[in-house]
């Protein structure tokens, strides 16, 4: 079983330190972070906002990940444990 409990800090420093992620500004307890796509890439910009909690719910993993363009949750929760 993958693991799926993550801090916003974990999700937010894999997101930026290896997901080519850049931080816009921060909203309160929440950071606010933009994807730009390639120049060869034919996708819109993404943008990701991460709450600063020391345990994130399933559910807003679910969202994070849908926001950054993961296509499987599963492997997208890997990635977040394996770079973290």
Same mark, same amino acid.
């Given at each position: 079983?993958?693991r ?16 080519? !992620?850049?931080? $816009? ?6 950071? +606010? ?5 390639? /120049? &060869?890439?034919d996708? @819109?910009?993404? !943008?990701?906002? $991460? ?6 719910? +399933? ?5 994070? /990940? &849908?926001?950054?363009? @993961? ?5 997208f ?7 973290s």
């Amino acid at each position: 079983m993958t693991r799926r409990d993550f801090s916003g800090e974990e999700i937010y420093r894999v997101l930026v330190n290896v997901g080519g !992620v850049q931080h $816009v500004r921060t909203t309160g307890d929440h950071l +606010i972070l933009r994807w730009e796509p390639p /120049a &060869d890439h034919d996708s @819109a910009p993404r !943008v990701v906002s $991460v709450p600063l909690h020391d345990s994130v719910s +399933i559910g807003t993993l679910r969202a994070i /990940a &849908d926001s950054a363009g @993961a296509a499987d949750f599963d492997a997208f929760c890997e990635w977040i444990a394996e770079n973290s």
